[in-house]
């Protein structure tokens, strides 16, 4: 799965994601800058009905609840992903792997290796 787009200032170092073309502190150009795909859990809530269709496509088989939450980077920016974690087993500070691709990010549970 590719790492999420973000943009860079290569004069403060600000990461913004969505992408912006110009840096938000200091107005300069920013560089595209794949996001690292290796975060931890800010914070995060469970689904608990289907959200609204279109543009929600849910799988085969009827829903199920699914954990939402932000995921915060090294780069310091949090991006909102399904947590593909089961609402008993969640918690917050774990150790994620976020996965970009087309629709909503998605991440799982890693290993902590520090
Ligand atoms: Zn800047």
Do not use: N
């Not at 991006?79 to 990010?105: H, K, N």
């Amino acid at each position: 799965m590719p790492a999420l787009q973000a943009a860079r200032c290569p004069g403060c170092s600000v990461v913004t994601f969505p992408a912006a073309p110009a840096c938000p502190r200091c107005g300069a150009e920013t560089a595209p800058h794949p996001l690292s795909t290796r975060g931890r859990l800010w914070t995060w809530t469970v689904q608990r009905y289907p959200p609204k269709s279109p543009p929600h496509v849910g799988p085969g088989g009827g829903f199920q609840p699914y954990v939402v939450g932000y995921v915060e980077l090294q780069e310091g920016v949090r991006i909102e992903a399904v947590v593909d974690v089961s609402p008993a087993e969640v918690a917050i500070g774990m150790p994620l792997e976020l996965r970009g691709g087309a629709g909503v990010p998605h991440a799982s549970a890693v290993r902590d290796d520090g």
